[in-house]
């Protein structure tokens, strides 16, 4: 099970681990903290070193009810970034989380490797078009709404059931685009309760159905601390606990905020 990043062959049949750089000043987690160069640097050094195989940069926080931000701020955010970080780390496979198919093409055209469009495309009928044209690999996760709406969208007669017809019609319409390379992420904290989450997980084998890697993003999520009724801040023990049944459940890619710890759950559970 391989993805091409534009001619970089990356092997998922051993998973593999995604470290999130978040540059919005309102992420859940770690909103504000890398805002100048050189903590952005330090940054992403530390997760390449730890072995992250993928940097995912967002520039438009998709936690619920977050405020609007426009097209034009979002590539300003954006382009300086990637353009940093590859100066300095010239190999880096970035992926680019955004559902817009303007910002998706201009980061492609700056660098980026990866489109993470957390609407599968719904929420720009441009998209796929895009993604086809530069044949980068693109996640597809599943989520009712937008960012403002979804946390009201949570109504469900089979969650499963849904959610599986749902990617095997975006897959079948991302495949009559012509593209190659797709990924699913089930979008744990994206129109679903903290019960529908457990569901997704506790079912998370069944989406191997679909045949297509499997990425998994729960990193510190709500589901985990207020579960435990803790913060984002001691979420890191929960966090290691679920990437730990999402692996044994089939799970390609963890999507993270601490990758030497993700790194060091794949490597125990292959022992397996």
Not at 31 to 58: C, H, P, R, W
Not at 162 to 184: H, P, T
Not at 255 to 261: A, G, L
Request: net charge negative; hydrophobic share 40%.
């Amino acid at each position: 099970m391989t993805i091409n990043c534009l001619g970089k062959l990356i092997d998922l049949s051993s998973p593999k681990v995604m470290g999130i750089l978040n540059i919005t000043p309102n992420s859940f987690y770690d909103g504000g903290k890398y805002s100048d160069e050189k903590s952005i640097l330090n940054q992403v050094e530390k997760m390449l070193v730890e072995g992250a195989t993928f940097i995912d940069i967002g520039a438009y926080s998709s936690k619920p009810s977050a405020e609007f931000v426009s097209e034009e701020e979002e590539i300003s955010r954006l382009v300086p970034m990637i353009e940093l970080i590859l100066n300095h780390f010239q190999e880096t496979l970035i992926s680019v989380d955004t559902f817009r198919a303007n910002v998706a093409k201009t980061a492609i055209k700056n660098g980026a490797r990866i489109i993470n469009d957390i609407s599968a495309g719904s929420l720009d009928d441009k998209m796929l078009q895009t993604v086809a044209e530069f044949q980068v690999p693109y996640i597809m996760m599943h989520m009712k709404g937008n960012p403002q709406t979804m946390q009201s969208l949570v109504q469900y007669e089979n969650i499963i059931k849904e959610m599986l017809f749902y990617f095997s019609e975006k897959v079948a319409q991302a495949r009559s685009f012509g593209i190659n390379d797709l990924i699913i992420d089930p979008g744990f904290g994206f129109a679903k309760t903290r019960e529908q989450n457990f569901e997704v997980m506790n079912n998370l084998e069944l989406f191997q159905m679909l045949e297509l890697p499997i990425l998994v993003g729960v990193s510190r999520k709500s589901m985990i601390y207020k579960t435990l009724e803790t913060e984002p801040d001691f979420a890191l023990n929960g966090t290691t606990v679920l990437n730990t049944i999402a692996l044994q459940k089939g799970a390609n890619i963890l999507r993270v905020h601490d990758v030497k710890e993700a790194m060091e759950t794949i490597k125990l559970v292959s022992q397996f």
